[in-house]
């Protein structure tokens, strides 16, 4: 068998709470220098009933224990698709953790924020610089909370015109976010079956725009790893019928320096710094999902908006057209400080050489793995592969390539989706990984094709090497146990 | 460039492999009128030691605590980080991780999350949390839609002493959906107005929304708020942007609280200008089908053995698309564990001496305060560790002037609240001393009106 998996020593650990002795403390506070106060006893708790007493030494040891039974980029290769899992710089998070930027304020006033504004103020010019848009808002927290900040701008804009429109045009490849962002905007969502193809084209788009069309939706390159080859023709159709174009911006990292959305007509995009510019997933957060617009939306931005007059910078807030706000502060700046230092590192050509590796990356998989996986479409793929577990024999499954896959010691792709794909196998390697790990990766894959045909069991079994075997996720949901009671001794 | 392993001969090989001459060929998918002609107008790659000097030059443009003497809250709080959070959320195998998707490689965030989920059902007195939202104000956003899911109604109130930017991304949020807002006012103690609310609430009300402390630091009635909520069958919805205030506070829980919001930032987690923090979310068991977000749940593995995956995934977007509680996808997961990691450390007495200590510090600085000459404490009701100041001039030209001492004395309140032009919001923890608490006071009495 090839992969990089091993044996090694993996400790038990029990939950925090079970290792509480009453009396122990993980804490120290400075004596109280003031006269101790009281609230009225009708105000006051009992105790903190369940809350653990440990030692420090203990909490250092749990959570040390629980992070090798994780696996991350630095682990190794972890080609799940649509999620650019690309290497995170370390240079990134000692930047992001200089006192001046962790301990700025975010009511100290803008005269003595200046740092923190400026970088806030040039991330948005880069961003609009990468994608072709006209300006930038950084406060959304993620890339659904950026659709979200899209997509109520573009309702904005419509009822600013005094139309009503009630629908959303949405390719059954896109991501799920993308019809429940516009459910929360109060749309009545339309999908579109992308065809045999992959792709959507001008023709089917124009079957479907009508008067009550508000936006379409899409994603370019799209889920399926594809360039949306029509996109121009598209974009000028729905704007021919008054309607806007939305962009999920999550493969982005295939464009840099090669297109710019902006200017295939695209109105609105978001971005996920936490995968095209390299900050942290962080085991699912936080990310950040700038959102780019073009000019006439500029009124809708949500406040406040980051603006420079002469050589300071400041928060414009008196904005009357703004869709509001969509959180508090001014977004999650810590992520934004990784993607600068990022951009700063990688620079004009580093960006543009990023776009090229990722994509030769994946048709290099997608060459040597067309022989032992059903691929379903015939374009040129750009970041990512979609295959199919069509043909695969034994009984197998996708599920079972996936858990398979661990044994072999890498992180599976993303599997099931796109819907569209019968068992999808999506597999988006990434610039940061050599063509030593990509073999290495594709000779497991192909052994696996091999195995279902010959040894199912080793795929029905699977995973055997990891700190659990596979996991009953019905059972969970079905007698759902969501935190931890002592009497039914959750462990 | 040092994250790109490629070398000329890898990328020949690699071309030709695919079967194409060159990576120009690669994108031949692009069409040629949608292709930038030209190179990014971006600036050219800098060295490692180049990004630290930049961004050490935007560090230094910003006043921290390190420089001014900070009495600055209002929904971001500063509070003691103990050394080993920072160390443990460095370990990559966390912060490098994606969403626990195969959970058998995913233990360790899993099982780490199931804990937060169990400390903040203890700390807020409910019976479930999920595995976190973006920010206070964003779950408590989520809890309004929430409210109108599980109730089918569509009023709701929102005390107009609910933390401004909160109540603003509600109105957000609910911009073109069926939900009717009402903002319910304060009396002059700076509680809630149980007169107003009691003409308000109706058949029709799907919840009441307040914060706990509220806005100016002040401990709202919850029990009877509950109580007048539940009489007309709606929600109480109870907004902690203070969370250090429940390791004193009867838990929103105990007075029959029926989702808890909130945000996590105090545990652990820097200022930030604002963010990331984390935003928890926690409610009854009954209505737990109703909540968004992720949901960690115990299970059994192959071998019998417990662990832990993602769990009643058909309430959420990947699933359900159009139909799902919410568009969420990600939660806040490495601030969920600096909570978690904070939580642990400080653990059960520790919250509590913590509480007291802030509770004392900004006592003592608010008596200090009301002493003096043309100062005053407007609102008389408790208060945690803020607390509303009025001033006999004009708050915004004081503070600016105690800027010049490095003094960042509070926050003005005519930005939120266009009357109060002569208060300010004073926030006092257990980071402050008494020598700095007493120099904040020598400055308000030295300066001029």
């Not at chain 1, 106060?37 to 909490?59: C, K, M, N, Q």
């Not at chain 2, 790109?4 to 001459?21: S, Y």
């Not at chain 2, 208060?423 to 008494?434: A, D, G, Y």
């Amino acid at each position: 068998m090839s992969g990089v998996a091993t044996q090694g020593l993996i400790l038990k650990e029990k939950l925090i709470f079970e290792h509480s002795e009453p009396g122990r403390k993980g804490y120290s506070l400075p004596a109280l220098d003031v006269p101790p106060e009281a609230l009225p006893e009708e105000l006051t708790r009992d105790d903190l009933g369940g809350f653990p007493e440990v030692s420090e030494v203990d909490v250092v040891r749990h959570f040390t224990r629980l992070s090798t039974w994780n696996y991350g980029v630095d682990s190794g290769f972890y080609p799940l698709g649509s999620c650019t899992m690309k290497y995170n710089p370390k240079i990134n998070e000692t930047v992001a953790r200089l006192p001046g930027l962790t301990g700025c304020h975010p009511h100290t006033p803008e005269r003595l924020s200046q740092g923190s504004l400026k970088l806030m103020y040039d991330l948005q010019g880069a961003l609009a610089e990468v994608s072709g848009f006209d300006h930038v808002t950084l406060q959304p927290a993620a890339g659904a909370h950026g659709e979200l900040a899209g997509l109520l701008m573009i309702r904005a804009w419509h009822e600013a015109q005094g139309n009503s429109r009630k629908k959303v045009l949405i390719p059954d490849t896109a991501h799920g976010t993308n019809p429940a962002t516009a459910a929360l905007c109060g749309y009545q969502v339309v999908p579109i079956a992308s065809g045999g193809s992959g792709v959507l084209t001008a023709e089917t788009v124009a079957e479907y725009m009508d008067k009550d069309v508000a936006a379409l939706m899409v994603t370019n390159p799209n889920t399926l790893g594809l360039f949306e080859s029509d996109i121009r023709e598209i974009c000028d159709i729905v704007h021919a019928g008054g309607g806007m174009v939305y962009c999920d911006g999550a493969n982005l990292n295939a464009l840099m320096g090669i297109a710019r959305p902006g200017d295939m007509g695209i109105d609105v995009m978001h971005f996920n710094l936490h995968k095209t510019f390299s900050t942290p997933h962080g085991g699912g957060g936080p990310g950040a999902g700038p959102v780019g617009i073009t000019r006439k939306l500029e009124p809708f931005l949500p406040k406040p908006v980051v603006v420079k007059d002469g050589e300071s910078y400041r928060l414009d807030s008196d904005r009357p057209l703004t869709i509001g706000r969509m959180r508090s502060f001014h977004g999650n700046f810590g992520v934004l400080v990784r993607a600068w230092a990022y951009i700063l590192t990688m620079g004009s050509g580093g960006l543009k050489r990023v776009s090229q590796m990722a994509v030769l990356n994946a048709n290099y998989i997608r060459a040597r793995l067309e022989g032992s996986y059903h691929l379903p479409q015939p374009h040129r793929s750009l970041h990512e592969v979609v295959f199919s577990d069509k043909n695969l024999g034994g009984d197998c499954h996708t599920i079972d390539v996936a858990k398979r896959l661990l044994d072999y010691g890498y992180h599976p792709p993303t599997i099931y989706f796109p819907l569209v794909v019968q068992g999808a196998i999506m597999i988006e390697p990434t610039e940061t990984e050599s063509r030593e790990i990509l073999d290495e990766f594709c000779d497991a894959m192909i052994s696996i094709a091999r195995e279902a045909k010959e040894q199912p069991e080793l795929l029905h079994d699977a995973p055997v090497t990891t700190v659990l075997g596979r996991l009953d996720e019905t059972a969970a949901a079905r007698q759902p146990c969501l935190c931890f009671i002592p009497e039914q001794g959750n462990k | 460039m040092r994250y790109l392993p490629h070398t000329d001969e890898d990328v020949r090989q690699m071309l030709e492999t695919i079967g194409v001459a060159s990576l120009d060929d690669l994108f031949t998918e692009v069409p040629k009128d949608v292709q930038l002609d030209r190179p990014l107008d971006l600036p050219e790659a800098l060295s490692e030691t180049e990004v630290l000097r930049e961004l050490r030059k935007l560090a230094a443009a910003n006043a921290t605590d390190d420089t001014h003497l900070s009495f600055l809250g209002g929904g971001a709080y500063n509070h003691f980080i103990p050394a080993v959070v920072d160390q443990l959320i460095s370990r990559s195998e966390f912060y490098t991780a994606y969403t626990p998707y195969q959970p058998e490689i995913s233990q360790g965030t899993l099982q780490a999350i199931f804990e937060y989920q169990t400390l903040i059902t203890r700390l807020t007195g409910m019976e479930v949390s999920n595995a976190s939202m973006y920010d206070g104000a964003s779950a408590c956003a989520e809890a309004v839609l929430m409210s109108v899911r599980a109730t089918r109604r569509n009023k709701v109130l929102v005390a107009s002493s609910l933390h401004p930017e909160y109540r603003e991304t509600i109105t957000t949020y609910c911009r073109y959906l069926d939900v009717e807002l009402v903002e319910i006012p304060f009396t002059d103690d700076g509680r809630l107005d149980q007169t107003a609310l009691g003409s308000l609430l109706d058949q029709g009300t799907a919840a009441l929304v307040v914060g706990y402390p509220n806005f100016f630091g002040v401990i709202e009635e919850l029990g009877a708020l509950v109580e007048a909520a539940h009489q007309v069958g709606a929600l109480l919805v109870s907004a902690v942007a203070e969370p250090v205030a429940l390791g004193l506070l009867k838990s929103p829980g105990e007075y029959g609280a029926d989702i808890v919001v909130g945000e996590g930032q105090s545990f652990g987690m820097p200022v930030s200008f604002g963010g990331p923090g984390v935003g928890f979310f926690a409610a009854r068991q009954k209505i737990v089908r109703s909540m968004p977000g992720r949901l960690i749940g115990a299970t059994k593995d192959s071998r019998g053995e417990t662990g832990y995956v993602l769990t009643l995934a058909t309430r959420e977007q990947h699933i359900r698309r159009e139909k799902a509680t919410s568009n969420i996808c990600s939660n806040q997961g490495l601030c969920a564990l600096m909570a978690t990691v904070y939580l642990c450390l400080i653990g059960k007495k520790g919250l509590r001496e913590l509480a007291e200590h802030n509770l004392a510090k900004s006592e003592y600085a608010k008596q200090a305060i009301a002493a003096l000459p043309g100062f005053e404490i407007p609102f008389s009701a408790p208060t945690f560790n803020e607390f509303v100041v009025e001033f006999e001039g004009d708050a915004d030209a004081l503070l600016e002037g105690l800027e010049q001492q490095n003094i960042l004395a509070g926050i003005g309140l005519k930005k939120y609240y266009s009357e109060m032009t002569q208060r300010f919001l004073v926030c006092v923890t257990e980071q402050s001393t008494r020598e700095q608490i007493d120099t904040l006071v020598a400055a308000l009495k030295g300066a001029q009106r």
